[in-house]
């Protein structure tokens, strides 16, 4: 079955730096998707992404952060001076269509982000 | 306000024993969906189940069940016979027109099934 796949699995990065989650949705899915789940807290939605362009943002998602589909397979969420309480796990997710047909959103294994 | 409320924090039960998970959603939408997760230890998130708003039929999937009654917007997940392999974080969550359909969830319970 195919899957969403992240990398890297853990990043560990300075306090002010910039970091780059990557994550290839599966091929025929359409919309994208970043969540974010601060260690045992509730997981809370970044960003959603169709046709190139952000479709949804959430108030997390500031001038820090930016998304890219930098080529037809990958979608990166970019964070462009980290702060410690960005230390959380960062899931991508993928679906076909937009709601409609009870499509459920397929999620990677998350990447573990640590902002030292 | 809570979109989604998960009232139960942390749910602890010996094996074998049923145990039920709430849920309580709150939308002015008239088109929903709403899901369940599973977060094992390991921490990557595992779809279960999905409902839409027009579908009341509660399911039933092995062990697990689910009985959605939008009359008291509920949408709650039993677990017959549990097993320690079921012990794991259980999100509830809820996907809105008015939102975009991203999902919105529920605190989590824990459930922790022991030997």
């Known amino acids: 079955e195919p899957e969403v796949t992240q990398t890297p699995s853990h990043q560990v990065t300075q306090m002010g730096q910039e970091v780059i989650l990557r994550c290839v949705p599966i091929?025929?899915?359409?919309?994208f998707y970043w969540y974010r789940q601060i260690l045992g807290q509730k997981v809370e939605f970044l960003v959603s992404f169709y046709n190139n362009e952000i479709s949804e943002k959430s108030e997390i998602f500031d001038d820090q952060f930016s998304v890219e589909r930098p080529d037809g397979s990958n979608f990166t969420l970019k964070i462009r001076s980290t702060k410690l309480e960005d230390s959380a796990m960062y899931f991508c997710?993928?679906?076909?269509?937009?709601?409609?047909?009870?499509?459920?959103?397929?999620f990677g294994d998350g990447t573990r982000l640590s902002i030292l | 306000a809570q979109k989604v409320t998960q009232a139960q924090t942390e749910i602890s039960v010996v094996e074998k024993e049923d145990v039920t998970l709430d849920c309580v959603y709150e939308t002015r939408d008239t088109t929903y969906y709403l899901f369940w997760y599973k977060q094992p230890p390991s921490g990557e998130l595992v779809f279960l189940i999905r409902?839409?708003?027009?579908d009341e039929q509660n399911e039933i999937s092995g062990r697990y069940s689910w009985n959605f009654q939008k009359s008291t917007s509920s949408f709650n997940f039993t677990i017959t016979a549990s097993q320690v392999v079921d012990s794991a974080v259980y999100f509830c969550?809820?996907?809105?027109?008015?939102?975009?359909?991203?999902?919105?969830w529920g605190a989590g319970t824990k459930l922790i099934i022991k030997p």
């Open positions: 969550a809820l996907s809105e027109a008015d939102s975009n359909y991203q999902l919105i």
């Open positions: 997710a993928s679906s076909v269509r937009l709601g409609e047909g009870n499509q459920p959103q397929h």
């Open positions: 409902r839409n708003s027009f």
């Open positions: 091929s025929n899915h359409l919309y």
